[in-house]
């Protein structure tokens, strides 16, 4: 257990319709990141929260949202999903921004299917 | 904006021999981290071994070392006594230090395309 936790792990759902995927970061951990894992894309940073609020954006559709709460759990966002949402979604934490020597912590990812 | 390359989809080795993965990147930052990542049949972001740009010396951590060429803007893993269990797919990663002298701006990761890397017995 990485001590980044996301739920739900599989999720099928349909074109057209919204999903959120839940992340919360590892105990005393304030940035919470958003990547997307797909066969064509690879791996691709979609989003940065710290300490509540929007750090950095990376790939992220406008289709696509996030919130990190008061308690540091985050939430992103998919609406409007299409067959090429379908794909990993991670969550990482770190401590803080510029601690960049000691990587991220992932969560085991959700997988979302869309059909 | 920095990119990543692993230039070999697939590897292959003999349980025991020692791998080697390629990476390289391009940035225009002096100050930055590698990274190499694990993501086994499971889906777990494994972190490998990491390496701050400014030190020389490479990387180490029991079985996996790297090959670390500022200039050449290299950064290969080297896998010694392959073992079964580090069947996987292993991700090149860049993250930027810049956040050392601006004190903000997004510190996400850049990953490669990724090795699959197969342990035959």
């Known amino acids: 257990d990485s001590g980044v936790t996301q739920t739900p792990k599989h999720l099928i759902t349909a074109t057209g319709q919204r999903v959120t995927l839940r992340c919360s970061p590892r105990?005393?951990?304030?940035?919470v990141y958003w990547y997307q894992q797909s066969l064509d894309q690879g791996l691709q940073f979609l989003i940065q929260?710290?300490?509540?609020?929007?750090?950095a954006k990376g790939n992220i559709l406008e289709r696509f949202s996030a919130q990190q709460f008061p308690d540091l759990h985050s939430e992103l966002n998919l609406s409007s999903l299409e067959l090429g949402d379908s794909a990993l979604y991670f969550c990482?934490?770190?401590?803080?921004?510029?601690?960049?020597?000691?990587?991220?912590?992932f969560g085991s990812g959700t997988r979302l299917t869309v059909v | 904006a920095q990119t990543v390359t692993q230039s070999q989809p697939e590897m292959s080795v003999q349980e025991a021999e020692t791998v080697t993965l390629s990476c390289t990147y391009d940035?225009?930052?002096?100050?930055?981290?590698l990274f190499w990542y694990k993501q086994p049949p499971s889906r777990q972001m494994i972190l490998v071994i990491r390496?701050?740009?400014?030190?020389?010396q490479n990387a180490t951590e029991n079985r996996f070392s790297v090959n670390f060429q500022k200039a050449a803007k290299s950064f290969s893993l080297k896998i010694s006594d392959s073992q079964l269990g580090d069947a996987a797919m292993y991700f090149c990663?860049?993250?930027?230090?810049?956040?050392?002298?601006?004190?903000?701006?997004?510190?996400?990761?850049?990953f490669g395309k990724g090795t699959h890397l197969i342990i035959q017995p």
């Open positions: 105990s005393g951990d304030l940035s």
């Open positions: 390496q701050e740009a400014y030190k020389q």
């Open positions: 990663a860049y993250r930027t230090d810049r956040l050392r002298y601006s004190g903000g701006g997004a510190d996400g990761l850049t």
């Open positions: 990482a934490s770190s401590h803080q921004p510029g601690t960049g020597g000691y990587g991220y912590t």
């Open positions: 929260y710290y300490n509540g609020e929007e750090r």
């Open positions: 940035t225009s930052e002096s100050d930055y981290y």
